[in-house]
Every structure is written in structure tokens, then in C-alpha cells.
């Protein structure tokens, strides 16, 4: 039946984004996901066998996830249901999983879209697990979001876990073509302000279409932009990672990780990457703070001692000139000699403490300020090392029952090979005294 608003023309007038137009019409058009969509993709297969299992899509925005979603549904003959986690409860689960069964009861079967499926809560995805095992619905979940940690164990034992990766220049290069035959215009851009438009998609297919519909609108007849027009036309910077979720981790992981791998270069790169994407400073001076006392300790006792005073210094100067503080930090940090010897000593002394319970200290190292004290031998046998020879006793300071203990072991490099000296030579003057 028409619809009063197809009668007047109104449906075949209404202006559609190109990202929609665009739209693939067949698996094998989805671009940017071979490993998944050619000849030997997990995708092909499914389509060829016309069976399909639920399905859980992972990968960064713009990657065609929908797209593949609403493509299954109609290879496999299934009714094609979409629903958005952040506009949806309860409420509306009971009643699709409702007609999802009485479709079922019919013959027909349910392709469940759930987009941005990790904003449901634990309770809320559990409510998907009976109709998933019976089969009322085949749920097809897309999120953005690393599934092993924001979706149930239940729910992801039910499904499998598809990867979606970020397009690369030639898949977006791709999209740019298709959009330029469907327009049947070609892109009013030279070729390296082409080049600037595949590094503001960023990877996005989505984004790079909404860019190419902004070039289109804003070019006069016969006028093609260089970088500097397009940068000023669609006012777009390096997309921005959401600090609250995968992007953020990764690259204060990459961040943290270029600095213990002392590789100046790539840490530079990080710190830059994250400042431009508005991380909070102070966030990555402590992370920087981190880096000094877990990565590289007593190797180089001034790195703490530089990473607080960047801390220091972007506090007073502010952005952008205390940034550069922040870098220099990075830079001593990996450029430094790394040792995690006091890290994993502390580790130790946390685990024999909590294990040994509430063991008493040897008496002849407690004080004894009362005749009580000093009758129970608090204090008696003290020798004082700073009346001994070489300043250095000897004596055991650790509880009788526990013996004494050895948790930090320097190693060879920077400060802590002095370090590692001084603790050798200690331990042979234990040995020539008899000490324990």
C-alpha cells in the first residue's frame, strides 16, 4: 500500500546521506574486511551454507558492521530487527523477544541487531541467553567496545566473535571511487589534499563519506582544493578517541610500553597522540610517575625525580608550553637505564607480610622505656652500627620465624650496580662476623 507521503512525493524527495546510498547490497562489497568477507572469510561461508549463528561484531565505528548485519538477514531469510542499547530496556526486549516468537510459531526467524550492544547491563544481556538457546532470535551484537571485558562470559560462550578492522587508505580509497561514480563527478580535491581527506576518515567509512558530501557542498564550479582549503572546509582535526574507553587504554598500554622498551621515538609519538586527543595532563604525568618507579627504580634514581618536576612544571606553565616538560619526562624515562628489581621486590615483601601475619620483630631491635620492657630483653644485644667497624653490624632485623629475607636483587645496569656492590659487600661482612 502507498503511504500519503510516497503519493506525494514526499519519501522519493527526502534528501538521503551517501553513506546511505552507498550502502553495500552484497557481502562481498563490504570493503576493508576481507579476512572476513572474501572467498574464504568466515562471512562467505556462512553465506554459502545460508546458516547462521550468533554473532558478536567488534571493531572501531564506520567499519560496516550494521551493513554486514542488515546483508545476513536477508541472505538467510530471516526478519531483519534492529534496536540500539542506548535507547532501549527492558521493556522493549520482552516485547521483540515476544513477537520474535510468535514469528518463530509462524516459520519465520529473527535476526536480532543489537547495535552498541556493551551499554546493555549484566542483567540486561542475560535476558538474551534463553532465547538465544532456543532459537527465538539469532542476536547479532556490534560494539565498539573489547567484548571480553564488557560483555558476560554467558552471553559470548553463545556467540562468536567476529573482528572488524579500521580501513585502511585503499579501502577508503575504494569508497571515494564508488562515490564518485554514483555522483558521476569526480572529487574536487588535488591529489594530496585527497591524501589529507584518507587521514581525516581516519579508518571511519562513515566519516569519509560525510567528508566527501561536506567537499561537495562547499565547491564552486570548476574549483579543486589544496590540504589547507579542505582542512578549512570541513574544519576536522584526528578524530578523538573516547578517554573512557579501548582507544584510551590502548595507547597509554603503547605510551607506557615505548618507554620500558626505551624507545624515545615511539613514546614521543604516544604522549603526542594522546595530548592532541585531549587526555588530561595530569592523567599522563602520573602514568608518567608510574613508568619512573615500577620501570626503571633505583637503575636511575632521578628519573622519579624528573617525572614529578614535568608534573611540577606543567602545573605552573600550562598548555601548550608545559607539554614540552611532559615529553622531556618521556624522553629521560626511556632513555634511561630500566631496572624492575625494586618493583618486584615490593611485590615479595607485600606477599611475606601478609603471609607471615603479626610476626614480632626480634627483640634487641625494640626499644625498651619501661623496667618491664627491659626485663623481657627489649632492646638487650643492640649493637649500634654507627659505632661499629665500617659503620655496619650485621645483625638479623627480621622476625625470629621468619628468617632473614632476600627480596630486592639489583641488577647490572645504571645506579643499582653500585647498589648491587654495596649489598655484596655487606653480605661477606655478615659472613666473616657469623652473622645470620
Known amino acids: 500500500m502507498t503511504s500519503l507521503f510516497e503519493a506525494a512525493g514526499v519519501e522519493e524527495g527526502a534528501p538521503r546521506p551517501l553513506a546511505d546510498r552507498l550502502r553495500p547490497r552484497h557481502i562481498a562489497d563490504v570493503v576493508g574486511q576481507d579476512h572476513l568477507v572474501g572467498p ?8 554459502e551454507a545460508r546458516s547462521l ?8 565505528p564506520g567499519t560496516g558492521k550494521t551493513t554486514v548485519a542488515r546483508l545476513l538477514s536477508q541472505v538467510t531469510d530471516l526478519h531483519f530487527e534492529q534496536i540500539s542499547a542506548i535507547f532501549s530496556g527492558v521493556a522493549d526486549l520482552k516485547k521483540l523477544f515476544e513477537q520474535a516468537r510468535h514469528r518463530r510459531s509462524m516459520g519465520q526467524g529473527t535476526l536480532l541487531f543489537v547495535d552498541e550492544i556493551h551499554r546493555f547491563n549484566r542483567a540486561q544481556q542475560d535476558s538474551f541467553l534463553p532465547v538465544m538457546e532456543d532459537g527465538t532470535v539469532v542476536l547479532v551484537g556490534a560494539t565498539t567496545e573489547n567484548p571480553s571485558f564488557e560483555l558476560n562470559a554467558a552471553l559470548l560462550s553463545r556467540a562468536r566473535v567476529l573482528v572488524f578492522r579500521a580501513l585502511d587508505d585503499a579501502a577508503i580509497g575504494k569508497l571515494l571511487s564508488r562515490a564518485e561514480a554514483l555522483e558521476g563527478r569526480p572529487l574536487p580535491l588535488d591529489p594530496d589534499a585527497r591524501e589529507a581527506l584518507l587521514r581525516m576518515a581516519d579508518g571511519d567509512g562513515r566519516a569519509a563519506l560525510t567528508l566527501i558530501e561536506e567537499v561537495w557542498r562547499a565547491a564552486r564550479e570548476g574549483e579543486v582544493f589544496a590540504p589547507a582549503q579542505l582542512q578549512e572546509i570541513v574544519q576536522r582535526r584526528a578524530p578523538i578517541y573516547d578517554k573512557s574507553e579501548d582507544g584510551h587504554y590502548n595507547l597509554i598500554s603503547a605510551l607506557h ?7 624515545p621515538d615511539a613514546a614521543l609519538y604516544y604522549l603526542a597522540r594522546m595530548l592532541d586527543a585531549g587526555e588530561s595532563p595530569l592523567f599522563l604525568a602520573r602514568r608518567l610517575v608510574r613508568m619512573a618507579v615500577e620501570d626503571i627504580g633505583l637503575a636511575d634514581p632521578q628519573a622519579l625525580v624528573v617525572a614529578n618536576a614535568a608534573k611540577e612544571a606543567y602545573d605552573f606553565l600550562g598548555s601548550p608550553e608545559g607539554e614540552l616538560a611532559l615529553a622531556e619526562a618521556a624522553v629521560y624515562l626511556a632513555t634511561a637505564p630500566k631496572s624492575n628489581a625494586l618493583y618486584k621486590a615490593w611485590a615479595q615483601a607485600q606477599k611475606a607480610a601478609k603471609e607471615g601475619g603479626s610476626l614480632m620483630p ?5 626499644n625498651a622505656p619501661t623496667k618491664l620492657m627491659k626485663g623481657e630483653g627489649y632492646g638487650k644485644g643492640y649493637r649500634y652500627d654507627h659505632d661499629e667497624p665500617d659503620a655496619f653490624s650485621g645483625q638479623n632485623y627480621f622476625p625470629e620465624k621468619l628468617g632473614r629475607q632476600s627480596f630486592y636483587k639489583p641488577v647490572e645496569r645504571g645506579f643499582e650496580r653500585e647498589v648491587r656492590k654495596r649489598l655484596d659487600y655487606w653480605a661477606r661482612l655478615r659472613l666473616e662476623r657469623g652473622e645470620p
Request: hydrophobic share 40%; glycine share 14%.
Open 40 to 47: 574464504d572469510g568466515v562471512l562467505s561461508r556462512m553465506v
Open 257 to 263: 610500553k615505548s618507554v620500558r622498551g626505551s624507545d
Open 53 to 60: 549463528g550468533s554473532l558478536i561484531l567488534w571493531g572501531p
Open 362 to 366: 626480634p627483640k634487641h631491635i625494640l
